[in-house]
């Protein structure tokens, strides 16, 4: 005889959405983290000043392939034990003073990859790979005979031809800051995505702050516009304003008047007059000031400089 059989109830999903500090709780002394973003822009500021509050120590960087005030911010707070990086510099600026000051004390490990390998060891991460080969000719580029731990050469099976492969690099965490997100971890990009979209497929998690969370129906109507599906994003932050001082691609500049700011104070004064000063992200908000917030966000609506 049939069995009569109650059906199941509609499985349920978990909002990712937590605070900045339960996320930046997440992330312990000793971590590796990847960065998102480029130069001056889509910079994952609020999770990073978190981190500087928190006082965090001996981290290891695996930024993008040109950044500037996250990894900067990082290592003038004495948080960075070893980087991996091509480039680390305030753009048109000039020199990351912190950066360079640790560099020529040796109070940080430097491990200078190219672009390319940037790039190549996250994609191997990504793939779980046990190494990326590079084009033919990256034997002719110096960082492979001067880092000879992270790139290696070796023979390819097909060819017999020398080949040179970097190993991966999988950080424990991967920070990125995006205009749209759903509780769900689904990203909504606007501009450049940059190195945010291998970042998020390459960390073991990932923390999405954002401009504007939205509800899943929102990405549902256009789902072409998510380039980061939910499942690669582990944790969700809502941070408005959170790039600061770096742009945020379709929501507003980045403040050039600032990082001048940083500049003239030097990276100890900035640390103790700006992030520690301002223990939270709404006291940064009213620090920076109401009218220079504004006059970023119409700027780039109004597409001026």
């Given at each position: 005889?049939?069995?009569?059989?109650?059906?199941?109830?509609?499985?349920?999903?978990?909002?990712?959405?937590?605070?900045?500090?339960?996320?930046?709780?997440?992330?312990?002394?000793?971590?590796?983290?990847?960065?998102?973003?480029?130069?001056?822009?889509?910079?994952?500021?609020?999770?990073?000043?978190?981190?500087?509050?928190?006082?965090?120590?001996?981290?290891?960087?695996?930024?993008?392939?040109?950044?500037?005030?996250?990894?900067?911010?990082?290592?003038?707070?004495?948080?960075?034990?070893?980087?991996?990086?091509?480039?680390?510099?305030?753009?048109?600026?000039g020199l990351a003073p912190a950066f360079r000051r640790a560099g020529q004390e040796?109070?940080?490990?430097?491990?200078?990859?190219?672009?390319?390998?940037?790039?190549?060891?996250?994609?191997?991460?990504?793939?779980?790979?046990?190494?990326?080969?590079?084009?033919?000719?990256?034997?002719?580029?110096?960082?492979?005979?001067?880092?000879?731990?992270?790139?290696?050469?070796?023979?390819?099976?097909?060819?017999?031809e020398d080949v040179v492969v970097i190993r991966p690099l999988m950080a424990d965490?991967?920070?990125?800051?995006?205009?749209?997100?759903?509780?769900?971890?689904?990203?909504?990009?606007?501009?450049?995505?940059?190195?945010?979209?291998?970042?998020?497929?390459?960390?073991?998690?990932?923390?999405?702050?954002?401009?504007?969370?939205?509800p899943v129906e929102v990405t549902r109507r256009a789902p072409e516009r998510t380039?980061?599906?939910?499942?690669?994003?582990?944790?969700?932050?809502?941070?408005?304003?959170?790039?600061?001082?770096?742009?945020?691609?379709?929501?507003?500049?980045?403040?050039?008047?600032?990082?001048?700011?940083?500049?003239?104070?030097?990276?100890?004064?900035?640390?103790?007059?700006?992030?520690?000063?301002?223990?939270?992200?709404?006291?940064?908000?009213?620090?920076?000031?109401?009218?220079?917030?504004?006059?970023?966000?119409?700027?780039?609506?109004?597409?001026?400089?």
């Amino acid at each position: 005889m049939p069995v009569d059989v109650a059906p199941s109830p509609a499985p349920t999903r978990e909002s990712k959405v937590v605070s900045l500090e339960d996320a930046a709780a997440l992330i312990g002394d000793g971590s590796s983290l990847a960065l998102g973003g480029i130069h001056l822009h889509n910079g994952p500021m609020a999770l990073i000043r978190a981190l500087v509050r928190g006082e965090r120590k001996d981290l290891t960087l695996i930024p993008n392939v040109s950044v500037g005030m996250p990894a900067e911010l990082l290592i003038a707070a004495g948080a960075v034990k070893r980087i991996y990086a091509s480039y680390v510099g305030l753009e048109h600026h000039g020199l990351a003073p912190a950066f360079r000051r640790a560099g020529q004390e040796g109070t940080i490990e430097i491990h200078d990859i190219d672009e390319p390998g940037s790039v190549y060891a996250m994609r191997a991460a990504a793939a779980s790979l046990p190494f990326m080969p590079f084009p033919p000719g990256h034997k002719a580029v110096d960082v492979t005979r001067l880092n000879p731990d992270d790139y290696k050469v070796t023979t390819d099976p097909f060819t017999g031809e020398d080949v040179v492969v970097i190993r991966p690099l999988m950080a424990d965490f991967g920070l990125i800051h995006v205009p749209q997100v759903d509780q769900f971890g689904n990203v909504q990009l606007e501009g450049a995505p940059v190195q945010d979209v291998i970042i998020a497929k390459s960390a073991k998690h990932v923390i999405a702050t954002a401009e504007k969370i939205v509800p899943v129906e929102v990405t549902r109507r256009a789902p072409e516009r998510t380039q980061i599906a939910g499942f690669f994003v582990d944790t969700v932050v809502h941070a408005p304003f959170g790039a600061h001082p770096t742009s945020s691609h379709g929501r507003y500049y980045g403040d050039e008047g600032h990082v001048e700011i940083y500049k003239a104070l030097g990276p100890d004064r900035y640390i103790e007059e700006w992030v520690k000063a301002c223990p939270t992200e709404a006291e940064w908000a009213d620090k920076v000031g109401g009218a220079r917030i504004v006059s970023l966000i119409e700027g780039m609506a109004n597409n001026v400089l």
